[in-house]
């Protein structure tokens, strides 16, 4: 379940243009010069709310968000996508009033790789036809899933 929330949050991030190119951080955790947010997970569809897209479930969990330069500039000015496009994101939400659950993934394109969750080669897997998942690990009711871990997990390979 937090696997497939926290994908389409990242593919309703993708949908949301950037407003405010000034530098720092805005007040719902965005510094879209630095390609980062930081803050409650709440903040990052741009409505304080107290749900994620309408669910309260994951609405206090800290969201650590990363994306590179060509992630930004292919999506939002039409530049060609690039291995060197990728977007990371370190979701925690396990401390009291959070969600419980803890989860790491780190998303890189790729070009052409098939429908969702096609296994790759490196051990990764393949989400929305262009890209792969390199790392996909968290926890969940005490345990701990391995769900994707590309090798190498590092971006631009």
Known sequence: MK????????????????TNASAGFDDLG????????VGAADGVDRNPDGTV?????YANDHLVMKWSKAWDEAKYNNAPWTTDAWIDNEWN????????????????WVGSCGSDGTPLPDGGYCVWGQFEVL?????????HYWLAHGISTGYGN
Not at 30 to 37: K, P, T
Not at 135 to 143: E, T
């Open 53 to 57: 897209w309408g669910n309260p479930t």
């Open 30 to 37: 965005y510094n879209e010069v630095a390609g980062i947010f």
């Open 93 to 108: 939400g396990a401390f009291p009033g959070g969600s419980g659950e803890v989860w790491h993934y780190k998303i890189q």
């Open 135 to 143: 790392m996909d690990q968290g926890m969940s009711d005490s345990v």
């Open 3 to 18: 696997k497939f929330l926290v994908l389409i949050l990242v593919v309703t991030l993708l949908a949301i243009p950037l």
